[in-house]
């Protein structure tokens, strides 16, 4: 009988559908605090620098 | 709880502002001469040893990132360049005049972050914008210098204003001219008259938070800009951190697409850190 090789038993990696920058950063916290920054102008949509804030602070780069 | 100040009485408080030591005021008159060489200008520094310090420091932070130690002043202000200097020293000469005055709930520390922050984003903007930016980053630093004013002059009153802000969660200028009558832009320009600042200087203090108004200058667009960008970039790290209103007039006049402000956003907060460290009385 020919032995079959156990399985190595892997750490749990991270979830396929998950983006990597997810993984490391708390960005549901991060978004939290900059439209807390941006409170004063809540009614408005919210502004190009509250978006270009908001960009930044996720890691995304801009357009070229 | 409400008062009424008016300009008289704010100008009366700076008559208990401690005067500028004499060799700062030599300094500062000289460095804004045109034809002062970098020997007379390190000669002046090489007076005032916090100045000295502050100066090599910067000089040999990261931020140059200078392989070899330098080790004089005149050295330091030769790799500096004379804009920088002079902003340095200017920036020290007001920092040191201002003492902590004891007003609950002022937190001065972060008043000279945000105000170091807004310097060098005044600076970088005009770096994008051509224009002066040795008078930038002065204008950055002294915007809400008025602030100081109105917490030294009247420190009681000033906690009632923190108060209005903490309790009504509006912007600092809202919380003044509802509680005091008047706000840290005309305490402001009472010290810049008080001072002999130069008229740039003034129109940039009396318009940083309405650039749109008639006369009130490119530079009162740049800081304006600068300001709001400051508070939204977290760098006095307070929990109460508001981005005022920003003019989208002045927003479009300096014409900054997405990728520039991605940089100016990672400039400022690389400057900062360094900066601020030199800087931070």
Same mark, same amino acid.
């Given at each position: 009988m020919?032995?079959v090789?156990?399985?190595?038993?892997?750490?749990?990696?991270?979830?396929?559908?998950?983006?990597?920058?997810? *993984?490391?950063?708390?960005?549901?916290m991060?978004?939290r605090?900059?439209?807390?920054?941006?409170?004063?102008?809540?009614?408005?949509?919210?502004?190009? *620098?509250?978006?270009?804030? *908001?960009?930044?602070?996720?890691?995304?780069?801009?357009?070229? | 709880m409400?008062?009424?100040?008016?300009?008289?009485?704010?100008?009366?408080?700076?008559?208990?502002?401690?005067?500028?030591?004499?060799?700062v &005021?030599?300094?500062?008159?000289?460095?804004d001469?045109?034809?002062?060489?970098?020997?007379?200008?390190?000669?002046?520094?090489?007076?005032?040893? =916090?100045?000295?310090?502050?100066?090599?420091?910067?000089a040999?932070?990261?931020?140059?990132?200078?392989?070899?130690?330098?080790?004089?002043?005149?050295?330091?202000?030769?790799?500096?360049?004379f804009?920088?200097t002079?902003?340095?020293?200017?920036?020290?000469?007001? +920092?040191?005049?201002? =003492?902590?005055?004891?007003?609950?709930?002022?937190?001065?520390?972060? #008043?000279?972050?945000h105000?170091?922050?807004?310097?060098?984003?005044?600076?970088?903007?005009?770096?994008?914008a @051509? #224009?002066n930016?040795?008078?930038?980053?002065?204008?950055?630093?002294?915007?809400?210098? !008025?602030?100081?004013?109105? /917490?030294?002059?009247?420190? @009681?009153?000033? %906690?009632?204003?923190?108060?209005?802000?903490? %309790?009504?969660?509006?912007?600092?200028?809202?919380?003044?001219? $509802?509680?005091?009558?008047?706000?840290?832009? $005309?305490?402001?320009?009472?010290?810049?008259?008080?001072?002999?600042f130069?008229?740039? &200087?003034?129109?940039?203090?009396?318009?940083?938070?309405?650039?749109?108004?008639?006369?009130?200058?490119?530079?009162?667009?740049? /800081?304006?800009?600068?300001?709001?960008?400051?508070?939204?970039?977290?760098? =006095? @790290? +307070?929990?109460?951190?508001?981005?005022?209103?920003?003019s %989208?007039? =002045?927003?479009?006049?300096?014409?900054?697409?997405? !990728? &520039?402000?991605?940089?100016?956003f990672?400039?400022?907060?690389?400057?900062?850190?360094?900066?601020?460290?030199?800087?931070?009385?």
């Open positions: 020919t032995p090789p156990r399985p190595i038993a892997l750490a749990p990696g991270p979830p396929a559908t998950a983006p990597p920058d997810e *993984l490391s950063q708390p960005w549901p991060v978004r605090r900059v439209d807390l920054l941006f409170r004063s102008a809540a009614e408005a949509p919210p502004s190009r *620098l509250h978006r270009l804030i *908001l960009a930044y602070r996720m890691g995304r780069e801009p357009p070229p | 409400t008062y009424a100040l008016t300009y008289d009485d704010i100008v009366n408080g700076l008559d208990d502002l401690p005067p500028l030591p004499a060799a &005021m030599e300094l500062l008159r000289s460095v001469a045109d034809d002062i060489g970098i020997a007379v200008l390190a000669q002046k520094v090489s007076h005032d040893p =916090a100045l000295t310090a502050k100066t090599l420091r910067l040999n932070s990261s931020l140059y990132g200078l392989q070899v130690k330098l080790t004089t002043v005149q050295q330091a202000i030769t790799y500096l360049g804009q920088t002079r902003s340095l020293i200017k920036a020290v000469a007001v +920092t040191r005049c201002f =003492a902590d005055r004891g007003c609950a709930g002022f937190n001065q520390e972060a #008043f000279w972050r105000s170091i922050a807004s310097a060098i984003c005044a600076k970088l903007l005009a770096r994008h @051509r #224009f930016q040795d008078y930038a980053f002065t204008a950055g630093l002294l915007h809400d210098i !008025g602030r100081l004013v109105l /917490v030294g002059g009247f420190p @009681r009153h000033y %906690e009632q204003v923190l108060l209005r802000r903490r %309790e009504q969660d509006v912007v600092l200028l809202q919380a003044e001219r $509802e509680v005091l009558g008047i706000d840290h832009v $005309e305490a402001g320009l009472a010290l810049a008259e008080h001072w002999h130069s008229d740039t &200087m003034r129109l940039a203090i009396g318009g940083h938070h309405a650039p749109e108004q008639a006369g009130a200058g490119y530079l009162a667009t740049i /800081v304006h800009v600068a300001d709001a960008i400051a508070h939204a970039l977290d760098l =006095a @790290r +307070t929990d109460d951190e508001l981005v005022p209103p920003l %989208e007039a =002045a927003w479009n006049q300096l014409g900054l697409d997405d !990728g &520039m402000c991605h940089r100016l990672q400039e400022t907060e690389l400057q900062y850190d360094e900066i601020a460290q030199v800087l931070l009385p």
